[in-house]
């Protein structure tokens, strides 16, 4: 499963269920829980409703699904994220921060903080990116015991 050693998420596991299936029952998923959005046949973005630290409801806390069949009753699910785009413009001002010391005798302080403030934004979003994850496996692991009646 999911862990904190790596700098992104990613999750595989498998599921006993058709992949075409799965897809139909994950893209019919819309609630309190997470918002799913389609990329391809077995490709999903999934958005969590609330996300803190991010930059407005643009970039809300999200991971991507994907589906591979491994047979025609058992899918493998990858889900993974990306480097967001926050981690972008903390590396910017550092490096801005960071050249502009050298000419203008700027203080280490400053430059001190903007990797504390790195790590303190990753722990922050990979907590939260992992609880979105923890919300999408357990709604998949469940699908199994449902039939097609209940994805209406």
Known sequence: MGNYNSFLLKRDFEVPMNADFLSKILFSKNDSDFKVSYIDKYQFKVFA??????LGPFSRIKVYVIFKAIDSLKTSVTIKTKLRIE??????????????????????????FLPITYIWFWFVYRAQENELADDVTAFLVKQPRMGWSELK
């Open 49 to 54: 409703y609330t996300s803190l630290g991010t």
């Open 87 to 112: 981690f972008y413009f903390i590396t910017l001002i550092f490096l801005l921060l960071l050249a502009m010391g050298y000419p203008f005798n700027i203080s280490i302080w400053p430059l001190l």
